[in-house]
C-alpha cells in the first residue's frame, strides 16, 4: 500500500468515524434512533442514494458529470408504474426489466452524445435532464399514478424481508459489489480513472475512450432505471416531479465521499459513506426534533465543510512562488523548493 | 510575431484598451505586422457565427408563431410576453459573465429566494418600503461573497462550492420561512414588479435592456471584459500577465449574487408573494439560456448579444406554447431539445469523426 493509497483511506477512515460519531450522537440524545428497527431503517432509506451515488460516482471519475439521472429516474419509474398499473397481470421481473432497459437508453443516449461527439457533459445532461423530465409529463399526461393503481406485488417487493433484511438493501449490496469490481478489478473501471486523470495520454494509449464513456452513462442510466422502479415502489406513488432535484443530493453524496469532481479520483468506499452520511442526517433531524427545514441548509454546510476538508488533503507540499489557482491537481507537479 | 525589437503598436481602432495594455508605454515605432483582435468582418464570418443562426431561429420561432396564432402579434401581449423571461435574463447576464471566466454558479436561484426572504423580514421589521431593494442587493452580494471567497481563497471548483451553497442558501431560506408565505408587499415593488412605463412596456424589460446595454459594453469595449476573456481562456497565463484573476472571479461571483438579487426584488414584486418554492430550478434555466447563447462552457467565448438573443428565442417559444394553450412542462422540452441540438448540429454537420 502506498502512501497515496493510505492518505485515500484516511479520508474514509474519517468520514466512517464521523458517521460513527454521528449516530453515537444523535443516539445520546434519542436512544431511539440507535435501536436495531431504526438503524435497519436508516439503512433502507439510504440504498437509493448509495446506488446513484456509485454511478454518479463512475461519471464523475471520468470528469464528467450526470445531471440527469434524477429525471431519468423518475421517466423510468414512471413508465414501470404506467407499465404495472395498465398489465396487473405481468410479473414483476418483466417490470423491472423495462424500467432497468429504458434507464439504459436513456443513459446511452447521454453517452452517446457525450463520448462520440463529444460534448460537454454538463450541457449534455442539462438538456437530456429538461427532456426526460418533461417525456414523464407527456408519458403520464400530469396524472398521478397512486398506490390502489399498482398490483400489490409491485409495491411490496422493496421493503419485503429476505433473510431479515429489507430486498432494496439486498440490491444495494450487489450494486455495491459490482461497482467495487468495476472500479477495483476490471480493465473497464481502470480506463475510467485513466480517462479522468489525463484524457490525452488515455488517447494515446489506446483506450476507446468514446466507448467507454457511452457505457459508463449507460451504467449510470441502467442504475438510475432501477432506482426509478424501486423508488415509486417504495414511496408507492409516481407523479411528475419525483426525484426533482435529487441530481444535487446524489452529486454532493459523491463529493461529500471524497471524490473529485475534476476527475480521476474517487472510490467506492468514499461514494457510500457519502451517501451514508447524507442518510444519517436526514434520518436523524426528525428524531432530534430539528425541524425538516433545517435538512437541506445543513446539507449545504456539509458540503462546503467536505470539500474543504478534502482541498486540504490535496494540498500541494511544494511552495507556489506565484499564487495559481490551478484546477485541483491531486499530485504536486514540479515542487519548486529553494536549496537550502 | 515581430522579432526584433520593435514593439507593435495598438493600432487596432476598435480597442479602447490599448492605453492601458502591457506595451503603451514603449515607443510606438510602427510595426510591420499587426495582430488583429477579430477576424476581418466578411459575408462567410457574418453566416457562420453563432449570433447569425440564433437570430435565424429567433426569427423562425417568431414568424411560425405570428401564423399559427392569431392574437401571438398583438403588441401589448408581445409586450407581457417579456414578463416570463426578464428577471430569468437579469440572471444570465452575469451568468455569461462567469462561465467565459470558467467559473459557474449554480446556487443563483438560492441566492434569489434568499434575498426574497430577507425582503420579507425587513418588511416585516418594518423597513421603509424603498430600502427593501437594498436589503436584496445586500443579501445577494453577501451570498455572491460567500462563492467567492469559498471559490478564490480556498481554491475549490466553482460547481462544487455552488451546488453545497445552493442548498445552504435555499434552506436558510426555507428555515425562516417554513411553510408559510410572505405577502402584503408595498406598493413600489409591485410597480416595477409588474409595472409599465407609458403603460406599455414593462419596467423589468427596460431594466433588463439597460443591464444588457451595460454588460455588453462592459465585455464587449473595456479592459476588463477583454481579461475576462483572457482568463477563460487561459487562466494561468492571464496570472501570469498580470491579471488579477482571483480579483476578477471574486468581483463576477459578487456581481452574480447583486444581480439574483435585484432579480428577486422584480420577481417578489410580480409576484406579491414569498414562498419556499420561489424561483425552483431556475438555476438550469438560466445556465441553459447562457450555453444557448453561445456561451463556451469551456470558458472564454461568447458574446453578450448572442445569450440576448437565446432569451428572446426561448421568450418567444414560450410565450408562443402558452398562447396555444399548451402545459409549461413541454417547454421544458423544447429547451432541452433546443440545447441539445444547437450543440449536437455543428458537430454532426462537420462530420468530422473524433480521433477516439
Known sequence: MNALSMKAHKRELLLAASIVALIIGVGMRAPVFVTGASLANLLTDSTLLIMLALAQMLVIVTRGVDLSVASNLALSGMAAALLAASNPGLPLPVIVLAAALLGLVLGLVNGYLIGYLDLPAIVVTLGTMSVYRGLVFVLSGGAWVSSHQMPEAFIAFPLTKFLGVTNLVWIAFVVVLAAWYLANHSRFGRDLYAVGNAPSCARYVGIPMAQRLLWTYGISGLVAGVCGYLWVARYAVAYTEIAYGFEFTVIAACVIGGINIAGGTGSVAGAVLGALFLAVIGNALPVVKVSPFWQSALTGAVILIAVLINARDRKKEGRQILPLHLDNHSSPTAPVRSAA | ?356
Not at chain 2, 405570428?66 to 409586450?79: K, S, V, W
Not at chain 2, 462550492?161 to 442548498?167: A, D, K, M, R, Y
Not at chain 2, 449574487?257 to 425552483?280: C, D, K, V, W
Not at chain 2, 423544447?334 to 440545447?339: T, W
Request: a positive charge; aromatic letters at 8%.
Open chain 2, 1 to 356: 510575431m515581430t522579432a526584433t525589437n520593435t514593439t507593435a503598436k495598438p493600432d487596432s481602432p476598435d480597442s479602447p484598451d490599448s492605453p492601458d495594455s502591457p506595451n503603451a508605454g514603449g515607443p510606438a515605432a510602427k510595426s510591420r505586422y499587426t495582430i488583429l483582435d477579430q477576424p476581418k468582418l466578411g459575408i462567410k464570418g457574418v453566416l457562420g457565427k453563432w449570433e447569425t443562426l440564433l437570430a435565424l431561429l429567433f426569427l423562425l420561432a417568431f414568424v411560425t408563431n405570428g401564423m399559427l396564432l392569431e392574437h401571438f402579434l398583438d403588441p401589448y401581449n408581445l409586450a407581457d410576453g417579456t414578463f416570463n423571461f426578464s428577471e430569468k435574463a437579469l440572471i444570465a447576464l452575469p451568468m455569461a459573465l462567469l462561465i467565459i471566466c470558467r467559473e459557474i454558479d449554480i446556487s443563483v436561484a438560492g441566492i434569489l429566494a434568499l434575498s426574497s426572504v430577507a425582503m420579507g423580514l425587513a418588511m416585516n421589521a418594518g423597513f421603509p418600503p424603498a430600502s427593501l431593494l437594498f436589503v436584496a442587493l445586500a443579501t445577494g452580494v453577501a451570498c455572491g461573497t460567500l462563492n467567492g471567497v469559498l471559490v478564490t481563497r480556498f481554491g475549490l471548483p466553482a460547481i462544487v462550492v455552488t451546488i453545497g451553497t445552493v442548498s445552504l442558501f435555499r434552506g436558510l431560506a426555507s428555515v425562516v420561512l417554513g411553510d408559510k408565505a410572505f405577502t402584503g408587499y408595498p406598493q413600489v415593488m409591485t410597480d416595477w414588479g409588474q409595472g409599465y412605463f407609458f403603460d406599455f412596456i414593462p419596467r423589468e424589460f427596460v431594466i433588463l435592456l439597460v443591464f444588457a446595454a451595460i454588460f455588453a459594453f462592459v465585455l464587449h469595449a473595456t479592459r476588463w471584459g477583454r481579461r475576462i476573456y483572457a482568463i477563460g481562456n487561459n487562466p494561468i497565463a492571464a496570472r501570469f500577465s498580470g491579471i488579477e484573476v482571483d480579483r476578477y472571479r471574486m468581483v463576477l461571483f459578487m456581481l452574480t449574487g447583486a444581480m439574483a438579487g435585484l432579480a428577486a426584488f422584480l420577481l417578489t414584486g410580480r409576484i406579491g408573494s414569498t414562498r419556499p418554492n420561489i424561483a425552483m430550478g431556475w438555476e438550469l434555466e438560466v445556465i441553459t439560456m447562457v450555453i444557448l447563447g453561445g456561451v463556451s462552457i469551456a470558458g472564454g467565448a461568447g458574446t453578450i448579444g448572442g445569450v440576448m438573443l437565446a432569451v428572446l428565442t426561448l421568450g418567444t417559444v414560450t410565450y408562443g406554447l402558452s398562447m396555444a394553450n399548451i402545459p409549461g412542462i413541454y417547454m421544458t422540452i423544447v429547451i432541452g431539445l433546443l440545447l441539445l441540438v444547437t450543440i449536437a448540429l455543428p458537430r454532426l454537420l462537420r462530420g468530422k469523426k473524433v480521433a477516439k
